[in-house]
């Protein structure tokens, strides 16, 4: 009698190759999450830096048609820079402000352009006299109030702003680090 061979796999095989399909697995399944993760992490820093572009762009906009770029506090209205009849008559030199959180931007006849604030969870300009959330992209533009910041000068000729923007997605918040930028006001008789 001829001994049977015996054909397919023996159960120590059949569990080698199940381990060696695992790990395979498990490293695949890594590697697209790190990547899913990395792709998410882009797109909301790519967003933010979109509506950073675009809150610089308005407030330079503004601030390039101003005379003048005054401190307000809403709440307090003695915390904020004297709002002269004419700006031949404004104080100065004044002294130069930093972490402001509410600018007003005046046009040469004292008229108000328009208003910015860094004060609360979303960056606000004024629309028909009220403060409300500025958008970017079909959302608002979210801040970090901590971080985010006016700065004047003397002359209350040039603003800087200090912006840090943060956005949540899929239960991540991230984080665009603080940035700055500063505009002139063009027709400052200075």
Known sequence: MKKKEAVGFTLVEALVTAIILSIIAVIGVTIFTMHNNQLRESNAMEKMQRQYDNVVEQIALSVRKANRVLMFDPSTPSNSDPVPTSFTQFPIPATPLTNVKNIRIYD????????????????????????????????????????SSFSLNNYRTYVEITLSLKTSSAGNIYYLPPRKDGFTCRNSPL
Do not use: C
Request: proline residues 2%; charged residues 20%.
């Open 108 to 147: 040469s006849n004292g008229a108000v352009i328009s208003e910015y604030s860094v004060a609360g969870s979303t960056f606000k300009e004024s629309v028909n006299g009220a403060l409300v959330d500025f958008e970017a992209g079909g959302s608002k533009v979210e801040i970090d109030p901590a971080s």
